[in-house]
């Protein structure tokens, strides 16, 4: 079955150079080459069901998750064009690695040639040296640089475009950002010369500077209105795009300061974090009042902004008690109190990927006991199995999981969904569990991961967590 599945493919007659999927195949066969077509294929389906943000969303997810994986998809067919590269399918790819000589068939088994074992080295070096800069990118003192140097770009976007379109919003925005600027500077010496505790002081004062502007700016704004003095937005699309990118970013940032806290338990990076969570709500409030605005309602956004500066000066209070916990001596573990929206996807992800994996056994064997798909499902993610790209960048299993005591929490989902059907002492795939598998697959049309793949895969790992 596993040859049909090799037919899920996108045609292309476009030449896809070395860089994706190849390299993919190259570094399992330098691993544990030679190996059958089926092996490499079951290598190929534990990689795509083992990368939690592409995800296919599926009904009743949290609104974010749903976002956050269309966002994925959108990011990843903008950045690699996936219409025009996608991949021929395991078999149409090795058979071109044998046209130019890097890989030989050899008793049904495929190898690499010794041409194709230099290449191959060489693209498992450089993932092993990706892997080492991202793990850098996870340190406090780089975390604060990148927020320095993303923070500088908001301030120019936000203030430019304020002059340019006459929002005060957006202009009082962006010179929040400027301070949010000086501001990641200073935390970034703190941290760099060991004087957190001044630095996570620095932030929260400056939470609280922030909240009190917001809500005078917001009040003066509704007194304005109310005396008919309000100045009108002059090009309010502006302000809506460059608040879109703002968010985009301050997003990011978010994620990648609160994750990067969590781990070095930095009370400094996670009131960052706060900061940064802060900015969402005060983007989409201008992109709000600018919407208002084009109707010449000017209030809208004056009354958001004191909710916002309401909550930020709420968050303050709370990082504030706990800068002076820490400051006593008390130790704090702030890995459960300040917890990622998306911690409950990676965990269930990795359910996702159990479950994948048994209809792919159902699929490539027709019907299996649950003696045997318990014994492919521990085969197939110890944490030795070896897979290409997430072993490099330890985004595999690490943990040993109780298949045999959870087996009937992982196929309940499948029975209710009817893709599988348990007959007598065997399980059976369904029409509608070989179409969901299909669909699945076909979401995976390229496999190249860049540096943005690659931060998003280390942070489900799962001993950081």
């Not at 993932?127 to 991202?134: T, Y």
């Not at 202009?171 to 000086?182: L, P, Q, S, Y």
């Not at 917001?214 to 009040?219: K, N, P, Q, T």
């Not at 940032?253 to 994750?259: D, G, K, M, V």
Request: glycine residues 6%; negative net charge.
């Amino acid at each position: 079955m596993h040859n049909e599945s090799n037919n899920v493919k996108v045609n292309s007659n476009v030449e896809k150079p070395v860089l994706g999927y190849d390299k993919f195949l190259m570094m399992a066969l330098l691993k544990e080459g030679p190996l059958t077509l089926e092996k490499l294929w079951e290598k190929s389906i534990l990689f795509i069901s083992m990368i939690w943000y592409q995800q296919i969303p599926e009904k009743g997810q949290p609104l974010m998750e749903r976002m956050f994986f269309k966002f994925t998809h959108l990011r990843g067919e903008l950045e690699d064009e996936r219409a025009n590269k996608a991949t021929h399918g395991t078999k149409a790819e090795l058979e071109k690695l044998i046209d130019d000589k890097l890989v030989k068939l050899t008793d049904g088994k495929y190898e690499l040639t010794e041409k194709g074992k230099n290449k191959a080295k060489e693209y498992e070096d450089d993932m092993i040296k990706e892997a080492s800069l991202v793990d850098k990118e996870f340190t406090p003192s780089a975390t604060a640089m990148n927020t320095t140097i993303l923070d500088a770009f908001l301030a120019v976007l936000k203030l430019g475009g304020g002059f340019a379109s006459g929002s005060i919003g957006l202009i009082a925005d962006g010179t929040d950002a400027t301070m949010d600027t000086v501001e990641a500077i200073l935390v970034w010496l703190g941290i760099r010369y060991h004087r957190e505790n001044l630095s996570t002081i620095l932030v929260i004062f400056g939470l609280f500077g922030a909240s009190i502007s917001i809500l005078f700016d917001a009040s003066a704004r509704i007194l304005a209105t109310l005396a008919g003095t309000a100045e009108p937005v002059t090009a309010p699309l502006l302000v809506i795009a460059v608040e879109g990118v703002a968010i985009l970013a301050a997003v990011f940032l978010f994620y990648y300061q609160r994750f990067v806290g969590k781990i070095s338990n930095s009370l400094t990076l996670i009131s960052q974090s706060v900061d940064s969570k802060n900015h969402i709500f005060i983007g989409a409030s201008v992109i709000i009042g600018a919407i208002f605005a084009m109707y010449g309602i000017y209030f809208v956004d004056a009354i958001i902004g004191l909710v916002v500066g309401a909550g930020i000066f709420k968050d303050a209070v709370g990082l504030l008690r706990e800068a002076i916990s820490a400051q006593r001596g008390e130790e704090e573990d702030y890995s459960q109190e300040y917890k990622l929206p998306l911690e409950a996807c990676w965990e269930e992800n990795k359910l996702l990927a159990f479950r994948n994996w048994i209809l792919y056994v159902l699929w490539d064997k027709s019907a299996e006991t649950r003696e045997d798909i318990i014994t492919s499902l521990h085969q197939a993610f110890h944490p030795d199995n070896y897979i290409p790209v997430l072993s490099e960048l330890n985004a595999t299993c690490t943990e040993k999981y109780d298949f045999e005591e959870k087996f009937e929490v992982l196929v309940k989902p499948l029975k209710d969904h009817e893709l599988l059907v348990e007959e007598i002492r065997e399980y059976r795939i369904t029409d509608k569990g070989g179409k969901h598998l299909e669909s699945y697959i076909k979401n995976f049309k390229y496999y190249d991961v860049h540096r943005s793949d690659e931060l998003l895969l280390a942070m489900s790992r799962e001993q950081q967590l």
